[in-house]
């Protein structure tokens, strides 16, 4: 299976029309600066002391949270994490996935200039500060 790439109003679309819900893989201080509106947050990487490490219980929440037929876009802050959060979601047995390319900021050049413009860019609609029902702590209480 191909996971595939969509643009953020494309991605709107899904969520909108085809019962997609949007999982935001950005770090949880990332997620609180700034989300698509009604996304969940589980961190492929968490922010530590010494820069980003992996979230040993990425997988573990999803699976949780979502069945492994659930509609899922996937977005991160450019695009790079959702990508790989996205191979990890496709080989532990996830079908349903879209990666939104361009993440929350946009995608960038070598020289740091937008090349795409992420969701929030695009005017699509946002939320700020933590989510009491999708943030990533509400998900990962019993």
């Known amino acids: 299976m191909s996971v595939r790439r969509v643009s953020p ?3 709107k679309q899904l969520l909108d029309t085809d019962g997609y819900v ?3 893989v950005r770090s949880v201080g990332e997620y609180n600066q700034g989300h698509p509106e009604k996304s969940f947050n589980v961190p492929l990487l968490n922010m530590g ?3 980003m490490s992996p979230n040993p219980d990425f997988l573990a929440v999803m699976k949780k949270k979502f069945p492994l037929d659930a509609k899922l876009v996937v977005g991160c802050a450019a695009g790079g994490r959702s990508a790989k959060a996205c191979s990890a979601l496709e ?3 996830f079908t349903q996935l879209v990666d939104q390319r361009a993440g929350y900021e946009g995608a960038k050049d070598s020289f740091g200039a937008i090349t795409e413009p992420g969701w929030s860019r695009a005017g699509l ?3 700020s500060g933590p989510d009491a029902e ?3 702590e509400a998900l990962t209480k019993v």
């Open 9 to 11: 109003q494309e991605a």
């Open 91 to 93: 080989q532990a047995g």
């Open 134 to 136: 999708r943030g990533y």
């Open 125 to 127: 609609p946002v939320a």
């Open 49 to 51: 002391p010494g820069g």
């Open 22 to 24: 949007y999982v935001d």
